[in-house]
Structures are given as structure tokens and as C-alpha cells.
């Protein structure tokens, strides 16, 4: 979008440049005319093509959800609508809503008695976003006014990791064979506790070392439910020797018990263990490790603290956890604050194995030569 003098009549002209064309009105006497029918064009060109309340854009959208999510996350986002977003924005037209109207719903979360983490309000904007996404794919709307909503800053304090020496106390104090293999799958490959649960054999592969990643397993409310993943994306592991290794161990076992075939689960065979029990030997196995109170999913935050240790980029720590590089960014950033002071470093360290004498002969000449 511009405005411009048109030199030869002596007024002013309007311009929108959208979706590959230009819009023109001419002959203003004033910039400010042209400014100002310059956003009359701008208002024009962006009416919806179907003008719907949110409420009506979060039904339809729900529905998408259901063919491609998990319906673990399609509960949870309805869950936050319907609390958060619908008393305040449900009743607005899509194209209505401002970027002031959702940062007065962000305000109004910061004031609640309930004292919301920064995390959960960005979820919320994020809720949002993704009903504007899809309004924009949809061509229902052309734009996204979460795209100027700056989100709040999240501390990361909260997250626990446990070193490798910690994981060995922990794997040392359990007994029970099967039980060290589960948690030495959650630690050596980041994968979720639902996802190990819903681990079946015709997921593993022990010629190529592969594990597929395709399914996980919610209780809730007294019933079990077997998911697509979080995100609704597969994903393949290549599992660490160690893991190899015991998995081929239990499945030695495995495969000699009456009805065995590939569709067996590995952790409970026709059903699989269950979040109760697995939450009670976790807490008995960090007590008699000495360890402090932390919780299952530690071990996949120990697990990206390992790999971002260990130099991996924060892309190729998103591909090892099967996570989009946004929701990434969002948990580990942290971990690589320091990332220019380690180039920096590694620059210093290339420089000092090399014949640094050069780079000081090379300054002294050109002072010489500016003598």
C-alpha cells in the first residue's frame, strides 16, 4: 500500500498492491485524501467472503479437528474455548475481532484470581490463531490478528531435567526387568509415557534399529483410549543400542507365550499397563534412588537437555522429539541462550589450532603500509 504525488496533475493517487493486483484512485487534492481513501480500498478488499461469529468458525473448525487430531487435543482446545475465549469473543464477527479485543483478553487472564501461567495464556492465543488459520485457508478472511499479538514471555524455571548419572541411580533402584526397559525408553528417546504405553511389537524393527512412533494411549475418567500422536504425526526413532538391546531381551521372552503375534503391546501384552501403575512405581523407584519428587515427563525434558547438550541444533531436537520446531522453540529455547558465546568460542578455539602469528603479521603490514 502507498500513496504518491502525481506530478503532472498536481493531486494525489492511492495504490493497494493485493493478491497480485493494483488497486488505483486518482485525484485527490491532499495526501491525507489519498491516505485515507487508501484505507476505504484496504477495508474493502478485506471484507470476509463469509462473515461468520467465531462461535460459528470454532464449530466447523472442531469438526475439521476430529478427522486429523487426537482426540486428547481435540478436548483440550475445546475445553479452553469454551472457558477463555467464548464469554468474551464467541458473539463477534470473525472480522470484528482486533488485535486491542484479544489483547484485553490477555489482560483480562493476567488479572484472574487464578493467577494463569504465561505458557497456558499463550496457549490460548494459540487456540485462536489456529481458528484464523483456518478461516484464511478456508477463505472465509484474509488476515490473522493474533499475528500482532506479541506473546507473553514464559519462564522456563519450571522444567526439570535429571542428569545421566541421576538416570543410572534411578534405573539401579527397580527390580523388575520390563519396568528399567520402559523407563530407559522414555530417557534415551524423549518419546511421551502415552506413546511407550502404546508401543506394540509391529512398531519395532531390529534389523534396521527403528521404532515407529504412531499412537499413544490416554486413561481418563475410568476408561482407556488409544490416540493418534499429540500432534497427529508419525514419526521413526532410531533406538540406541542399549534400548535395542533389552527390547530384544523382552521380546525373547515375549514371543514364546501362548498368542503371541506382532500386535501385542510390549508393556502388558493384550493390555497395556496403565498410567496409575506405572505413575506409582516411578515414585517408588525416585524414593529409593534418593532422587526428589519429579514427574514421568522429566525424562523426555532430560532427554532434549542431552541432545542440546551435546550440540545438536534446536531443528534436529525437534525431528528426535517428533515435535513441530514451534512448540520447540517455545519449551527449549532456553537451552540455547548461549549459542553465540559457544560460536564465538569454537571460532577462538579454530583460530588458536591454526598459525595465529598470520593474522598479527597480516595487521602490522597494513600499519606499515599506511606509514
Given amino acids: 500500500m502507498t500513496v504518491r504525488k502525481d506530478n503532472e496533475r498536481g493531486t494525489w493517487i492511492a495504490v493497494v498492491y493485493y493478491n497480485g493486483k493494483h488497486y488505483w484512485r486518482r485525484g485527490f487534492r491532499t495526501k491525507r485524501e489519498a491516505i485515507k481513501a487508501e484505507l476505504e480500498i484496504k477495508a474493502g478488499l478485506q471484507t470476509p467472503k463469509k462473515r461468520m461469529k467465531l462461535d460459528e468458525l ?8 476430529k478427522l486429523r487430531y487426537s482426540m486428547t487435543t481435540v478436548k483440550t482446545n475445546e475445553s479452553r474455548y469454551n472457558t477463555h475465549i467464548k464469554p468474551y469473543l464467541g458473539n463477534k464477527y470473525i472480522d470484528n475481532i482486533s488485535v486491542k479485543d484479544i489483547q484485553s483478553l490477555i489482560n483480562t487472564l493476567k488479572m484472574s484470581k487464578k493467577e494463569y501461567k504465561n505458557s497456558y495464556i499463550n496457549h490460548i492465543i494459540e487456540c485462536i490463531s489456529k481458528l484464523y488459520n483456518y478461516a484464511m485457508d478456508m477463505e472465509y478472511i484474509d488476515y490473522n490478528p493474533t499475528k500482532k499479538v506479541r506473546k507473553l514471555k514464559e519462564s522456563q524455571s519450571g522444567i526439570k ?3 545421566l548419572s541421576q538416570f543410572q541411580r534411578l534405573y539401579q533402584s527397580v527390580d523388575d526387568f520390563y519396568y528399567k526397559t ?4 522414555l530417557f534415551y528417546t524423549g518419546i511421551r509415557v502415552g506413546e511407550a504405553r502404546a508401543i506394540r511389537w509391529e512398531q519395532i524393527d531390529f534389523k534396521s534399529n527403528e521404532m515407529k512412533i504412531n499412537a499413544h494411549i490416554v486413561d481418563k475418567g475410568g476408561t482407556r483410549r488409544v490416540d493418534g500422536r499429540k500432534n497427529n504425526k508419525d514419526y521413526t526413532i532410531i533406538m540406541p543400542f542399549n534400548v535395542k538391546e533389552a527390547l530384544l531381551n523382552i521380546y525373547n521372552i515375549e514371543k514364546n507365550k501362548d498368542g503371541f503375534n506382532d500386535d501385542k503391546y510390549v508393556f502388558g501384552y493384550y493390555k497395556s499397563w496403565s498410567y496409575n501403575k506405572i505413575r506409582t512405581r516411578f515414585k517408588k523407584a525416585l524414593k529409593d534412588a534418593g532422587l526428589e519428587d519429579i514427574k514421568l515427563h522429566t525424562l523426555r525434558h532430560s532427554y532434549a537437555s542431552l541432545l542440546a547438550n551435546s550440540g545438536a541444533s534446536i531443528q534436529e531436537l525437534a525431528g528426535a522429539l517428533g515435535d513441530t520446531l514451534e512448540v520447540t522453540i517455545n519449551t527449549y529455547s532456553h537451552m540455547y541462550d548461549d549459542v553465540n ?4 568460542n569454537r571460532i577462538n578455539a579454530i583460530i588458536s589450532e591454526g598459525d595465529s602469528s598470520f593474522f598479527i603479521d597480516e595487521r602490522e603490514n597494513k600499519s606499515n603500509q599506511k606509514e
Avoid: R, V
Wanted: net charge negative; charged share 20%.
Fill in 58 to 65: 470454532e464449530n466447523e473448525f472442531l469438526a475439521h479437528q
Fill in 161 to 163: 531435567y535429571i542428569t
Fill in 182 to 185: 520402559f523407563l530407559m525408553i
Fill in 341 to 344: 558465546e559457544k560460536i564465538s
